[in-house]
């Protein structure tokens, strides 16, 4: 069945590095994404990797992608009060229309 | 790229009253077009999703209902509100770039209904 799995809350001290993990089930996504969700905002795209990557960077941002393990993680360097959010990760299966997300990380950064 | 546009931004309804929500897109054509709920504390929840005028697909069987009635308009309607309909609604549209293709969803900026 279709899944995205990650955990619920990460608190980190500024200017230290976030990891958020996430896992799925379905082997046949095609692309897996990073959204961040700022209090009472919508969700905003940060970044997106295709399924024959391993690792794909943006600035602070670090994707990295184990697809025997259905792993997916993404590294924010030197992170700041503004990265203070909820981060979904979600995953596009090929042929379908959908994209299922997980429930999001929350991120707390700590002073 | 696309804009998402979504109304209202907030709503306080009572109990059995009716509901329309409405999203519209402009910068894009033919897109796929969808509503997420998430309630309080809790992930997204796909309720609509839409791949032409006219044609709905439903993912929960609910209260709740969705029309497309031009290209780049959907509405979610209610005939009845439950208090278990209250949180934040997302609207949210596929666009399929040319150099990417991927079939990214990009969020608008999404309507928070409370029913008490």
């Known amino acids: 069945g279709e899944d995205v799995e990650q955990s619920l809350f990460l608190s980190v001290r500024e200017g230290d590095s976030s990891v958020i993990n996430c896992t799925y089930t379905?082997?046949?996504?095609?692309?897996l994404y990073w959204y961040k969700q700022e209090p009472g905002a919508g969700l905003q795209l940060l970044t997106y990797?295709?399924?024959?990557?391993d690792m794909k960077q943006d600035q602070r941002l670090t994707v990295l992608l184990n697809k025997k393990d259905k792993h997916l993680s993404l590294r924010i360097a030197d992170t700041q009060t503004g990265d203070s959010a909820i981060y979904f990760c979600?995953?596009?299966?090929?042929?379908?229309?959908?994209?299922?997300f997980g429930k999001g990380t929350r991120l707390h950064i700590l002073p | 790229s696309q804009t998402i546009h979504q109304w209202p931004a907030t709503l306080v309804q009572p109990v059995g009253s009716p509901l329309s929500l409405e999203c519209t897109v402009e910068g894009t054509s033919n897109p796929n077009l969808y509503w997420y709920r998430q309630a309080a504390g809790r992930g997204l929840q796909l309720l609509f999703y839409?791949?032409?005028?006219?044609?709905i697909s439903s993912e929960v069987p609910q209260n709740l209902s969705a029309s497309r009635p031009q290209d780049r308009q959907f509405i979610l309607s209610s005939k009845k509100l439950l208090l278990s309909d209250s949180g934040f609604y997302l609207c949210?549209?596929?666009?399929?770039?040319?150099?990417?293709?991927?079939?990214?969803?990009?969020f608008g900026p999404g309507t928070r209904l409370t029913v008490l």
């Open positions: 839409s791949v032409g005028i006219g044609q």
């Open positions: 979600a995953e596009s299966i090929g042929g379908d229309d959908k994209i299922i």
């Open positions: 990797i295709f399924s024959n990557m």
């Open positions: 949210a549209v596929t666009s399929v770039d040319s150099l990417k293709v991927t079939d990214t969803q990009y």
């Open positions: 379905d082997s046949s996504s095609t692309y």
